[in-house]
């Protein structure tokens, strides 16, 4: 099946759930900035979750789609676009994505999954090195391109939506748990302490947190540089953080005052120029915990999805 | 050695505060032992410095009602201590990487020359001569943190950034030299060029360079570097 982009909106990436297995070359773990809202949106329109889907940033686009297809977006909500549940478009439809209402990105799936070549492992597209997804880029206008045959078909999208207490708590204020990190107590309580503006440089690399500026970070070019994940919080000399997402570099050379838990990297991923984040302390057991809770709300979704399918 | 949680999903092994040689012989060993003893859950072990990070995924450790991240330092450790008999590292390739300096290719080597009070030839020559170890791979994919530049040579980083370096760009930056693998911006001093390709995730190993290994610049001809395949 043919999907034509007739605008491709700010940034239209294909991504996936990232590609693991290549850091120590230096790739980036990558794919989704919000993977929750991915994992959702493939289940609800029959996909494997970690097939590759449209990661759709703040101005959407416009598609065309040639055949009749189940779709379904999840993470930011657009005018004119279903949020949360799958929907259904004719032949030859096409959906066009209006202002973003709530949140930075949205995830759209079409049933089937979008095909494209796997690269090192991963169908996502890495920005930084321009490769994997679409063409190793963002979507431009008039690109041509194909969605899978779906594992199942549904006779009619079913009018249902995952249960709203398994979705994160976004905001547009959101409180955001984090680990201690390496650099000591005094970023980490100045992290704990503060309430964070969001920069409008952040981008899938991570949110730069503009005001206020902690003080205590090391000087330039006094750290070695070390490996960081998604979700580690660094400081630079300017003591403005830098929160890493999917698309962080394998390495950093700032002091990690913390690090983001797993589970709220969506949050974090929702979040825009101007919206504000707050931190919380907890503890590694505690971040494992709320990983299991997660991956648990993800079976129970599963399974009522399977049902709904049979 | 000392090991400390790297976020939820990940915990960094410190080796030692400083940097160099033999601590990167240090890294290296533990690291190629643990990659040859990784088990079910460890996504990458990456190597850089005087550390290690090994990412795990929290899920699929601790089946057995132990916390991951626990699990995860018993293996380092119990590898770290019999690390001294069994995982030394080799000592890495040597690879040679052709290099067009000055012109179009290196437009600052007049500057860097300049500021080690040399002709542009003697910086090539002392550029050239040095061998360069690589101590980690990062930034992008495929770039190496090279050390061993010759002290003459550092330069202050540009005070503004180029919005577009070429790909294979050899540049020197404060006290480090490296290789830009793709065109980005830049705010290294460009000496010259490689028609190597550092990074391609087509091949069989993407990354050119390891670390661990250590590089060695060879000057080639404009007409060298135009007919390159």
Avoid at chain 1, 235 to 246: A, C, K, M, N, T
Avoid at chain 2, 100 to 110: A, K, M, Q
Wanted: proline residues 9%; contains cysteine.
């Amino acid at each position: 099946m043919e999907v034509t982009v007739i605008r491709a909106g700010m940034l239209t990436t294909v991504q996936d759930l990232g590609r693991a297995g290549h850091r120590a070359c230096g790739v980036p773990l990558g794919g989704a900035a919000d993977p929750f809202a991915l994992r959702v949106a493939n289940l609800l329109v029959g996909n494997p979750e970690s097939s590759a889907a449209f990661e759709i940033t703040l101005a959407g686009p416009e598609l065309e789609f040639a055949d009749r297809t189940v779709l379904a977006l999840c993470g930011a909500e657009f005018d004119g676009v279903p949020s949360w549940h799958p929907f259904e478009l004719a032949a030859g439809e096409r959906l066009r994505f209006g202002a973003c209402r709530r949140g930075c990105r949205g995830y759209l799936a079409v049933a089937g999954g979008i095909a494209v070549e796997p690269v090192l492992g991963g169908r996502g597209t890495c920005l930084s090195a321009g490769f994997g997804g679409w063409q190793g880029r963002p979507l431009r206008d008039g690109d041509l391109l194909g969605a899978g045959e779906p594992v199942r078909r549904l006779a009619a999208p079913p009018r249902w939506a995952p249960d709203p207490r398994m979705i994160p708590e976004y905001s547009a204020e959101p409180v955001v748990r984090i680990l201690r990190g390496s650099a000591g107590p005094e970023l980490f309580q100045g992290l704990v302490a503060g309430r964070f503006r969001v920069g409008s440089h952040s981008d899938r690399m991570g949110i730069r947190l503009e005001e206020p500026a902690l003080p205590g970070a090391p000087p330039a070019g006094s750290l070695v540089s070390a490996p960081v994940a998604p979700g580690t919080v660094q400081v630079p000399p300017d003591g403005r953080p830098i929160v890493l997402l999917s698309d962080a570099q394998t390495l950093g050379g700032y002091a990690r005052a913390a690090h983001a838990i797993g589970p709220d990297l969506p949050l974090l991923a929702q979040l825009r120029p101007n919206d504000h984040v707050r931190f919380r302390e907890v503890g590694l057991a505690q971040a494992h915990a709320a990983a299991i809770e997660r991956e648990h709300s993800f079976t129970l979704l599963r399974r009522g999805i399977a049902q709904k399918f049979a | 050695m000392r090991i400390e949680p790297l976020g939820d999903a990940a915990a960094l092994v410190v080796l030692g505060e400083g940097t160099g040689g033999e601590i990167l012989q240090q890294v290296l060993g533990l690291a190629q032992g643990l990659e040859a003893s990784r088990a079910e859950g460890i996504e990458d072990i990456v190597p850089a410095y005087n550390t290690i990070a090994v990412f795990y995924d929290p899920l699929r450790l601790g089946k057995g009602g132990r916390p991951p991240f626990d699990e995860v330092c018993s293996w380092v450790e119990a590898r770290a201590a019999s690390a001294g008999s069994r995982d030394k590292f080799p000592g890495g390739r040597r690879v040679e990487i052709p290099v067009c300096y000055g012109g179009r290719s290196g437009p600052d080597l007049p500057e860097v020359a300049a500021g080690a009070g040399l002709s542009e030839a003697d910086a090539v020559a002392l550029h050239s001569g040095a061998d360069y170890r690589v101590h980690a791979i990062g930034f992008v994919p495929g770039f190496p943190y090279l050390g061993g530049l010759p002290e003459r040579l550092a330069t202050p980083r540009r005070a503004t950034p180029r919005p577009r370096v070429p790909a294979g760009s050899v540049g020197i930056g404060g006290s480090q030299t490296g290789v830009y693998p793709f065109a980005t911006p830049g705010g290294w001093h460009l000496i010259g060029r490689t028609p190597l390709v550092l990074f391609d995730p087509a091949r069989g190993e993407p990354a050119l360079l390891r670390a661990g290994d250590t590089v060695r610049f060879r000057p080639i001809s404009e007409g060298e570097f135009a007919k390159w395949k």
